[in-house]
């Protein structure tokens, strides 16, 4: 720990940063609210697998290769906008859900867990941010060690996960409430669909 610089600070800005909403939680709100809360959890455990895979990155150094390369940044940033139109598109084209009381999710759990995944792997605006602020809560004799930005990304990886799983267990009711009409529900796939549509184009548009 001595190689963290203000690790109370770094707690403070990751709960604040948790609170903000972002393409996540915005993305979890939504398969929750279609899906309900058991694929939000999953969601929420393939997002949380990306940013341990970007926090690796990070402390590895491995970020610094592709923020550095502009194709390679482009890539991966184009992959996840088109990942997300894929899963929007599929979602204007599905029916309306049915809805039961205990309910069953249209989508094995392994592959809402994988999409989770990848939505957050293929945003490299997220590796950016992580490459851009752990470094500057560690030591500038000590940012050659892995450790320092392990025990960071990691606690902001827990601040974040306890905030969006209190966002899935909220968002939960309202889901069970709307899925009951199915013209509710047919409306709830194209705003769902559009959502990621537009998370898709933020992906991609330059940010102000």
Request: charged letters at 10%; proline letters at 5%.
């Amino acid at each position: 720990m001595q190689s963290i610089i203000n690790y109370t600070g770094f707690v403070i800005a990751s709960i604040a940063l948790a609170m903000t909403p972002g393409s996540d939680s915005i993305y979890l709100l939504t398969r929750t609210i279609m899906q309900g809360r058991m694929a939000g959890l999953v969601s929420l455990a393939g997002i949380t697998l990306g940013l341990l895979v970007h926090i690796t990155a990070v402390a590895l150094g491995l970020a610094q290769v592709i923020a550095r390369s502009p194709t390679a940044f482009m890539l991966v940033q184009y992959g996840g906008a088109m990942y997300l139109v894929y899963l929007g598109v599929q979602m204007w084209r599905s029916p309306p859900l049915e809805f039961s009381g205990s309910l069953k999710t249209e989508k094995p759990y392994f592959q809402l867990f994988k999409q989770g995944l990848i939505t957050n792997l293929l945003n490299p605006k997220v590796l950016l941010f992580f490459l851009t602020l752990l470094p500057q809560f560690v030591r500038t004799d000590a940012t050659h060690s892995a450790l320092p930005f392990f025990i960071l990304g990691i606690t902001a990886v827990v601040v974040g996960t306890i905030w969006n799983a209190g966002l899935v267990f909220a968002a939960a009711p309202l889901g069970n409430l709307l899925r009951r009409k199915p013209k509710i529900s047919q409306i709830m796939h194209r705003v769902s669909g559009t959502i990621f549509m537009a998370l898709a184009a933020k992906l991609v548009l330059p940010s102000k």
